[in-house]
């Protein structure tokens, strides 16, 4: 099942970096395990890569600049995303411009608000975004963690650019967003990407997923994986080469309709 994001046809799943190379600040004690993790996920065929500017303070966006310098840029799908102090017009397209330098590319795929920022009128900040479409600098716009009135806003407010996609915590332990936020986007054709699909692992002592998985062969959280792919894009973050083996290991079968809406209606 092939899958799109912003109308392009993209890897069944992205990698997240949320983690890597530090949180608040930078870590660089894993940097060479980290590049080498990034590139054996891309020679698997995984072509998007998320990050952030907040990301180990820049850091992260710099691993995943050394990963992907070799590897054709027109063949991978960038995410990243400014941070909700840098909403502000002029901020924003210096935070875009300093991504694109870290990251060591002339675009990203996909830009996103990282959060809502209610201080700072969502017009300037949607303006500013469409301005680095203008420039070339970006190819796709979008949001992260808005609800429902957020996302509207930030539809009514955009004047030359769709809102392509929303980014939200999705899983099968949090599934909250089945009820408004996935269906509203599904309506208006924004793409749903889910990050900690798979809880960070934690999910993988699940019962309902652990009893399915005995059916399928396959690991909770591959059975998690493929519970997520049903409605959104998961981009799993994942530094260890068996760990991304066993999410592909998700991409050798698919849920039955049947079993997606029993493990959608078991609240256990």
């Known amino acids: ?4 994001l912003c109308g392009r046809s993209v890897s069944d799943f992205g990698i997240g970096t949320w983690g890597i ?24 065929g995984i072509n998007v890569i998320d990050t952030a500017e907040m990301y180990a303070s820049g850091h992260t966006e710099e691993i995943v600049g050394r990963a992907i310098k ?3 840029r027109e063949k991978l799908f ?10 502000r017009y002029p901020d924003l397209l210096k935070s875009a411009e300093q991504s694109l330098k870290r990251l060591g590319v002339s675009y990203v795929d996909l830009y996103l608000i990282h959060w809502p920022n209610p201080s700072v009128p969502i017009a300037e900040t949607i303006s500013a975004m469409e301005k680095l479409v203008e420039k070339g600098l970006v190819r796709n716009i979008g949001v992260s963690n808005f609800n429902v009135k957020e996302l509207q806003d930030s539809m009514d407010a955009a004047k030359t650019c769709e809102i392509s996609a929303n980014q939200i ?24 990407i889910a990050y900690t699909p798979i809880m960070k692992g934690h999910i993988a002592s699940n019962s309902p997923l652990k009893k399915l998985g005995q059916k399928y062969n396959a690991t909770p959280i591959q059975i998690a994986l493929n519970y997520v792919l049903k409605r959104s894009y998961p981009i799993p973050k994942s530094s260890r080469k068996n760990h991304i083996d066993e999410l592909l290991g998700a991409l050798d079968f698919r849920l039955s309709e049947q079993d997606f809406i029993e493990l959608r209606d078991n609240r256990a």
């Open 78 to 87: 960038i995410i990243t995303k400014v941070w909700n102090t840098h909403l």
């Open 1 to 4: 099942m092939a899958k799109t």
């Open 169 to 192: 915590e999705y899983n099968y332990v949090k599934r909250e967003a089945e009820v408004d936020i996935i269906p509203f986007c599904e309506y208006n054709k924004v793409d749903v």
């Open 70 to 72: 070799e590897y054709d």
């Open 21 to 44: 190379g530090g949180r608040s600040s930078p870590e660089t004690g894993n940097d060479k395990g980290d590049v080498e993790a990034i590139r054996y996920a891309l020679d698997k």
